[in-house]
């Protein structure tokens, strides 16, 4: 199950747990939380709440990133933008990480 799926499963499945993005990337794996980059911390309840309302309505999001391996390590960049409009900058969230190498999470870049 993708981390989308599990977000909105998560957000408007159960309004007695409410959880924000901060708050369910800091209960992934440390593979996840790597691949998300330490630029995603930094994220705030504003700054995520058009790609949380997208979700919540099944709304487009979309979601596009570049990477590389050299060397046994990964690295990455990527947006989430909270509708197909890709000349709009409103609501896109822009991370990027650099991942250990490690062979099991390689190909989640």
């Given amino acids: 199950m993708g ?3 599990i977000l909105v499963d998560q957000v408007i499945g159960d ?3 409410p959880q924000n993005l901060q708050q ?22 504003d700054s995520t709440l058009a790609v949380v309302a997208a979700l919540r309505e099944g709304r487009t999001i979309t979601i ?12 990455h960049a990527y947006r989430i933008i909270p509708h197909d409009n890709l000349y ?7 991370a990027g990480a650099v991942t250990n190498g490690d062979r099991r999470w390689i190909t989640s870049l």
């Fill in 3 to 5: 981390i989308g799926r």
């Fill in 15 to 17: 309004e007695s747990e």
């Fill in 24 to 45: 369910y990337i800091a209960t992934q794996p440390s593979h996840i939380k790597q691949i998300m980059g330490i630029q995603s911390e930094e994220w705030t309840d």
């Fill in 64 to 75: 596009f990133g570049d990477g590389s391996v050299k060397d046994g390590r990964g690295s």
């Fill in 88 to 94: 709009d900058d409103k609501g896109t969230l822009t």
